[in-house]
């Protein structure tokens, strides 16, 4: 399974199961099953469970196209690539989404159209391959047109595409309009501001950087989202560090490595304390051993 200690995008995840998650009404007792098979299997994908997730939505998109249940196709056609994400197979991933661009072709919602463009995207700028990444996010714009649920997500990765040519003046305003077309969706918009915080920061800006995290880290926390948490207090400490505040730096790491201590990441408390080590060795920082 892949490490997600760089935070490259992790807007998708739950922004995709709300997008597109199993479709409310249940008007026959098979779409009635696959809705519960999905409701299963979103828990355990939120628990980290890939496998039994992707047996349960391999289940419901089965009984979904036994009825020709194009949303239902769709949402399980999505989260299943999700899954192949998460359990760092992309080829398999990017089969799923395929298939809803392939004929014969159903009259898939342009919401999930755009969602799916959306990931593809994601795993295509995961790959190293920004060409394809931003065909992909153009395409879900002419699906999405400003109106869906993927919407700031699509910002969101014109930001990161920005950013990664260093195009960091348009990367910023890429994310701030994300944040604008958050609306409601706390976790969009955590995940806006700590992306303007990150440009932010490469812009050597470290006070609009740390107000931006300190604002993702203050949502995350009301959302109780444990990597999100972490990642919000690494950026912080990596901002005061970068500012030349020593102390203030040593204290966020020392957050980042209990958070991630109680998360049982391994790797990731490896990753916090090399950077306590670092700064450490700084000539001008005098702090405890990191633990």
């Not at 039994?52 to 979904?64: E, V």
């Not at 398999?92 to 799916?116: I, T």
């Amino acid at each position: 399974m892949r490490s997600r200690n760089s935070g490259i995008l992790l807007f998708l995840g739950c922004l995709l199961m709300a997008a597109c998650g199993s479709a409310p009404e249940k008007p026959n007792p098979r779409s009635e099953q696959a809705y519960k098979l999905s409701a299963r299997a979103d828990a355990a994908f939120l628990h980290g469970e890939y496998e039994r997730a992707k047996n349960d939505y391999q289940q419901a998109l089965h009984i979904n196209q036994s009825i020709e249940n194009a949303a239902g196709i769709a949402a399980m056609r999505i989260n299943l690539a999700r899954v192949f994400r998460e359990l760092a197979l992309p080829a398999q991933a990017h089969l799923q989404l395929d298939a809803l661009f392939s004929e014969p072709a159903l009259p898939y919602p342009s919401d999930a159209l755009a969602a799916a463009s959306a990931l593809k995207s994601l795993l295509y700028l995961e790959g190293n391959a920004p060409s394809p990444a931003l065909s992909w996010v153009e395409k879900g714009e002419t699906h999405c047109q400003k109106k869906c649920k993927v919407a700031g997500s699509l910002l969101l990765l014109r930001a990161q595409l920005a950013q990664r040519d260093n195009r960091l003046d348009e990367a910023l305003e890429f994310a701030n309009d994300a944040a604008l077309n958050s609306g409601s969706q706390q976790v969009e918009l955590a995940n806006a501001q700590r992306l303007a915080g990150e440009i932010s920061l490469a812009r050597s800006d470290f006070a609009r950087a740390i107000q931006m995290f300190q604002q993702a880290l203050a949502i995350d926390q009301k959302l109780g989202i444990p990597g999100k948490i972490r990642l919000d207090l690494l950026r912080l400490g990596a901002a005061h560090e970068r500012s030349g505040a020593a102390t203030a730096a040593w204290n966020f790491y020392a957050r980042a490595l209990t958070v991630s201590d109680a998360m049982g990441s391994k790797q990731g408390a490896d990753e916090v304390r090399a950077r306590m080590e670092r700064l450490q060795k700084s000539p001008a920082t005098g702090t405890p051993e990191p633990r």
